[in-house]
């Protein structure tokens, strides 16, 4: 379950958060197929309850109502549509599904139109009833929700924040849940990221995703399982380890991104140690983790997963996602936000459920692309950053070779190769770096890809130059916008 499926000489997954097929599906082929990205994940697909109190919530998403592919981003025809146009780009689509649980404990109705009473176990579109949550046979808390993460039986049978949590041990339930991940292969997404994967029995999960059919043979190849990346949050704390879960694919790895923000956000730790980056750092295998910076919940302070760096914070986003996408560890996930309104009161976002930018009747926002390539309409589009998706062809350049010569010349600067593909230098604060460096890399004269773009042959910022003896004069000013210089050979001027 852990091979991605990325289109050869891909390497880069973008969380399109909140986006509409419709948007998706423009977005495969004017940008994301040409700009070389892997795949998007997408958000989840299937209906969800309406919440209307705080007035339709991101996280109403995380509420499943039924296995019908309607949502606020679209219906079952626009994400065929969507799955069919982006493959053609030689872009994958990863879905957000969520199989642990329904709604809360109350009743309404879901955006295809479905009834549910979460407090009687009631999903008549699916169906489930009452036999098919949890109850207090298997679950022990007072309350039915999880108070304790330090006992697994209660992380994984009692309700994830007053869930109605799934009873996963069923047959008749793994069979409704491996429809509905079928249905999806069937329609040929390459993968799915599992929701709240901490909250179910390894074991469990085994047993649904033997359901699974393969992944579609004409674009994928024969005999292929799905990708699979199951967000367990292990900051190393809890009973729950990532550990158990690679036996059922990847997991996200929150550490990464909190120990990069302690380097490029707070200063409370160097870059120079850098250098052994990788399981050395107490992290999973480089193949059983999905890396990333922030995702939808701990840039908005939901989940626990940590103070990391978001859009919030541009010049460190860019260094660190520079850093993200020059090192091989991992495979990476950008973040791609909408804007809303911090508002923190009392270390709290009192704006943290606020939800996609939307028209009058709540219906979601059309991503509009302005002259300059960035999104308007309340989109932030990290991935159409100059300095982010220049990086994205850099990783595919460097692909398959190491890390090499990594180097320090004080406690925040850094530069490092990739085989005799690629270099990068870094500075992570405000000082001043300006040094000789071995490259690595053929002479010639290289376009500085963060400073500029590659252009029919011509480079729109700073040019490097790599004498024969593979030296270049670097000079970063650590307060300039963009203290990183990044250079490849498949941006020789
Ligand atoms: C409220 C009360 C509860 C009460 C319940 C009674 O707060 O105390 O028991 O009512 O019904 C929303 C509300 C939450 C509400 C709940 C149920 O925020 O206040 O409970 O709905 O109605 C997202 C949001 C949650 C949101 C949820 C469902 O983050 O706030 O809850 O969607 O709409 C842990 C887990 C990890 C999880 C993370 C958030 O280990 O798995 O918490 N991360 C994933 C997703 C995340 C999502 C879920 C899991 C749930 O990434 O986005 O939660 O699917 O770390
Ligand atoms: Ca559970």
Redesign the pocket.
Known sequence: YSDPHCAPGRDTVVHLFEWKWNDIKAECTRFLGPRGFCAVQVSPANENAV?TNPNR?W?????PVSYKLITRSGNEQEFRDMVQTCNNAGVRIYVDT?I??M????SGSGTAGDHFD?NSCSFPAVPYSNLDCNAGDVCHSS?G?IQNYNNPEEVRNC?????KDLRLSKDYVRDKIAGYLNHLISIGVAGFRV?????MWPGDLEAVFARLHNVDSNTFGSGKKPFIYQ?V?DMGGEAIKMAEYFATGRVTNFIYGVKLADIFLRHTNQAKWLGSWGSSWGMPNTNDVVVFLS???NQRG????GAPITFFEPKQLKIGTAFMLAHPYGFPRIMSSYHWNRNIQGGDDANN?AGPPHNNDMSTKSVTINADMTCGNGWVCEHRWRQIYNMVAFRNVVSGTGVLNFKSYGDQQISFSRGSKGFIAIVADGSHLNQNINTNLPSGNYCDVISGNYENGACTGKTIHVDSNGNAHINISGTSDDPVVAIHVGAKV
């Open positions: 919440v919530p996280w109403e998403r995380y509420q969520v642990n649980h709604t809360g404990g109350y979460g309350d929700s309700d994830l924040v007053g869930l929701d709240a994967a901490k909250h967000e949050i995702n939808h919940d939901h989940g626990g997963g459920w």
